[in-house]
């Protein structure tokens, strides 16, 4: 890169880390506080905000259901208890290695969702059959998104593979009540898992 050029790459990703933030923070309920003062220590802050939020315990939380999710059953050993509750769930392969991590508001209905109908079928079957048979991609184009791909002939047939895979896979779960710690939870075991199948990207 040509330092004439650095001025505006710097602006360039001094927006795009900004613009990350400030999703981060939307999605978590989190405030973002602007310091314009260079005096001002940014971990002495951060400590403040700690312990005002309590956020060892938030951490804490994290950690203990990261070993939960190290616990997978069958689909068909799932607890009725379960149905209504929030939390994460992560779906396993055949080889026992983490593939697909997720938060929801009703962990027993988003588990058998990947035994519905192939018209309604969990995000997790179309990312499979994409990565797996190579079926087309959507995107958030209305001739691309996944209505018009499930009126492909192609793209239905891998659909259906990969629920059928789906359907034997084993899954962990557990209940996470608070939204903060689902999305820790949910980002912690994506990136200690290496669950292949996530992908935070949001275009």
């Known amino acids: 890169m040509l330092i004439k050029e650095f001025g505006s ?4 990703m001094t927006a ?40 060892k315990e938030v951490i804490d939380q994290g950690k203990r259901a990261l070993g939960e999710l190290c616990m997978p059953v069958s689909q068909d050993e799932l607890p009725s208890e379960i149905r209504g509750q929030p939390g994460v769930y992560v779906f396993y392969g055949p080889r026992g290695n983490a593939l697909y991590v997720r938060r929801t508001r009703d962990l027993f209905e988003r588990n058998s969702s990947a035994l519905a109908p192939v018209e309604e079928g969990c995000a997790l079957c179309v990312v499979a059959c994409q990565r797996r048979d ?9 001739e691309s998104g996944r209505a018009a791909l499930l009126k492909n002939p192609d793209f239905v047939a891998a659909f259906q593979r990969a629920k059928n895979r789906i359907a034997s896979m084993k899954v ?3 209940v ?3 939204d903060t710690v689902q999305y820790l939870v949910e980002v912690f075991a994506t990136v200690s898992f290496k669950a292949r199948f996530n992908s935070f990207r949001t275009t």
């Open 16 to 55: 795009r880390v900004k613009e990350a933030a400030s999703q981060a923070a939307q999605r978590t309920g989190r405030p973002i506080q602007y310091l314009n003062n260079g005096m001002i220590s940014k971990e002495e802050l951060a400590r403040q905000v700690a312990k005002r939020d309590k956020i």
């Open 134 to 142: 190579g079926a087309p991609r959507t995107t958030y184009r209305t």
């Open 172 to 174: 962990a779960f557990v």
């Open 176 to 178: 996470v009540q608070d």
């Open 9 to 12: 790459f710097a602006e360039r």
